[in-house]
């Protein structure tokens, strides 16, 4: 069975950093894409950035291009998201998926909130 | 503003069917398969549909999905009350380089 576990949410100031975690098992990690995809409150999905298996194909949306990091420990078989500089409008439940195109399985979420 | 289009809500009556649209462009769904993920409040979403038309083996036939073009349908045959959550489409841009969803539609069950 695919588990996808998240961690590193919190509460951080403006400007702040926060860096998030999925541990994942149940399939052989380090063949697959992986994917953080967030939902700011009452709105909708938002796709975030994605990472190849062998992190050669590294992509991010507009929004947190320059300010977010995908990276990936396949040794470790996690998954992570370095968030800088963040802001009010990064506030949402972030997602880790597995896949790029097909995000067919899916963590929890990790709530970050961004407020002074 | 989302770049895949879909109507914010849809209804229709128990053992009706409904159908959802999902219109975006030649970069994305006119090019790339087209993916749907069904939420319920408070949980993370599920996908119901893959590569355009195909179903995750859980997920019954009640279900659909169809492309023409650069638009996609969600159709959910025999509505159930437990039908009634948020559902979105989804599909890769090749122009953009990220991956697109739909703004979403809630789906209620008269």
């Known amino acids: 069975e695919v588990q996808l576990l998240e961690s590193g949410g919190g509460l951080v100031q403006p400007g702040g950093s926060l860096r998030l975690s999925c541990a994942a098992s149940g399939f052989t990690f380090s063949i697959y894409a992986m994917s953080w995809v967030r939902q700011a409150p009452g709105k909708g999905l938002e796709w975030v950035s994605s990472?190849?298996?062998?992190?050669?194909?590294?992509n991010y949306a507009d929004s947190v291009k320059g300010r977010f990091t995908i990276s990936r420990d396949n040794s470790k078989n996690t998954l992570y998201l370095q968030m800088n500089s963040l802001r009010g409008e990064d506030t949402a439940v972030y997602y880790c998926?597995?896949?790029?195109?097909?995000?067919?399985?899916w963590g929890q979420g990790t709530l970050v909130t961004v407020s002074s | 503003q989302s770049v895949l289009t879909q109507p914010p809500s849809v209804s229709a009556a128990p053992g009706q069917k409904v159908t959802i649209s999902c219109s975006g462009s030649s970069s994305n769904i006119g090019n790339n398969y087209v993916s749907w993920y069904q939420q319920f409040p408070g949980t993370a979403p599920k996908v119901l549909i893959y590569?355009?038309?195909k179903r995750p083996s859980e997920i019954p036939d009640r279900f659909s999905g169809s492309k023409s073009g650069t638009s996609a349908t969600l159709g959910i045959a025999g509505l159930q009350t437990g039908d009634e959550a948020d559902y979105y489409c989804e599909s890769w841009d090749d122009s953009l380089n990220v991956a697109l969803f739909g703004g979403g539609t809630k789906l209620t069950a008269l």
């Open positions: 998926t597995k896949g790029r195109q097909l995000l067919d399985n």
């Open positions: 590569d355009n038309y």
């Open positions: 990472v190849s298996g062998s992190s050669d194909i590294i």
